[in-house]
């Protein structure tokens, strides 16, 4: 089918059996959602007592907790209904977690 509508077998095409098409570049995200908002914090306090020095802190990441997806299926398979998997998910923004730090200099 894709070569009757190029006329052509794209590059690395097969003359027969299935051929992978790119059709989505994720360098420039046509598809993709327009914007994606990731909120981190980071809470620190330096405690200084009798020449020593201690660092605590706490790390909060993805705040609001989002799961937008980061990469998607770029190719289009053409025996599937709809293109298969075209255009899905394949990893999404990583889950909410926090990290607590201790740093203690002498």
Do not use: C
């Not at 077998?9 to 959602?33: E, Q, R, S, W």
């Not at 990893?91 to 926090?98: A, D, K, S």
């Amino acid at each position: 089918m894709v070569q009757s509508i190029l006329g052509r077998l794209p590059p690395g095409g097969l003359a027969n059996g299935t051929t992978p098409v790119l059709i989505l570049d994720n360098g420039t995200k046509a598809f993709a959602n327009s914007r994606r908002t990731q909120v981190d914090m980071r809470f620190a306090k330096i405690l200084r007592f009798s020449g020593r020095r201690a660092d605590v802190g706490v790390d909060l990441q993805n705040l609001l907790n989002t799961n937008y997806g980061v990469t998607y299926e770029s190719q289009y398979d053409y025996s599937a209904a709809n293109g298969g998997t075209w255009n899905n998910p394949i990893t999404i923004l990583g889950p909410r977690f926090v990290r607590l730090n201790l740093t203690f200099n002498f």
